[in-house]
């Protein structure tokens, strides 16, 4: 059982931001930031690297890339925001289906790092 994969799926709700085929992007339920959204591919990785290892994850590196574009649109972020990925325990990864935070929606040099 996978939270990320039960949320692609509706099974458990999330505030959709943006989704296509390939990703679905929700608010993050504990924001960090004004604008805190969450990348997931649709298909299940477990992380950045899993999804370096073969040529379908690679797509989806790609897929995720649009969708930050469109998430920075909608949420109006054309003065900068941030792409968060942690991999692995030890990079702070809590949930292991790949995802990339959108953070944005103040100075984040100034709330963040
Ligand atoms: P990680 O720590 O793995 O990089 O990020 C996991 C993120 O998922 C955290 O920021 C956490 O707040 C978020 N999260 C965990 N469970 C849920 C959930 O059920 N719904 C939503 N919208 N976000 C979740
Ligand atoms: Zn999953």
């Known amino acids: 059982m996978c939270i990320f994969c039960d949320i692609v799926e509706g099974k458990i709700p999330s505030t959709k931001v943006y989704e296509n085929d390939k990703v679905l992007c929700f608010n993050d339920i504990n924001p960090a930031a004004p604008v805190h959204v969450l990348v997931v591919p649709k298909k299940h990785f477990d992380d950045i690297r899993d999804m370096a290892s073969s040529a379908e ?17 909608i949420k109006d972020l054309g003065t900068g925001f941030r792409v968060i990925n942690n991999c692995g325990a030890d990079g702070g990864q809590t949930v ?17 790092l």
Do not use: P
């Open 96 to 112: 292991m289906h790949a995802h990339f935070h959108v953070i944005g929606g103040v100075k984040l040099s100034e709330k963040i």
């Open 57 to 73: 994850g690679k797509e989806y590196l790609g897929y995720v890339a649009e969708a930050i574009d469109e998430v920075a649109k």
